[in-house]
């Protein structure tokens, strides 16, 4: 497994943006596809992006498509997530994840998370 540690995450009013990050030890970054999940409060977990291991594919929830953006630097072993027109119900603590390139592998490693807070 590799170890994460996310970052960035913090208050910001409805419209703002935040940058988060997440920074990844023990393992090489480039073999992993990565991802970001959220779990709002009182809600399960759900996904919001994930990357693929170079970078050519990126998937987002609906809630967030044109909204959010991924991105990695697999030479600083690190992962992004930049929050753009936030809202209140984007109000939730962010983790990342990453999957090893084994097929049918889920997402096996995870952050201890990062709270965002969106105030109206």
């Known amino acids: 497994q590799v170890q994460l540690v996310e970052s960035g995450g913090g208050l910001v009013q409805a419209g703002g943006s935040l940058r988060l990050s997440c920074a990844a030890s023990?393992?090489?970054?480039?073999?992993?596809?990565m991802a970001w999940f959220r779990r709002a409060p009182g809600k399960e977990r759900e996904f919001v992006a994930s990357?693929?291991?170079?970078?050519?594919?990126?998937n987002y929830a609906d809630s967030v498509k044109g909204r959010f953006t991924i991105s990695r630097d697999n030479a600083k072993n690190t992962v992004y997530l930049h929050l753009n027109s936030l809202k209140p119900e984007d109000t939730a603590v962010y983790y990342c994840?990453?999957?090893?390139?084994?097929?049918?592998?889920?997402?096996?490693?995870w952050g201890q998370g990062t709270q965002v807070t969106v105030s109206s």
């Open positions: 023990g393992r090489t970054v480039s073999n992993y596809a």
């Open positions: 994840a990453a999957r090893p390139p084994i097929a049918g592998a889920s997402y096996d490693s």
């Open positions: 990357i693929s291991r170079v970078g050519s594919i990126t």
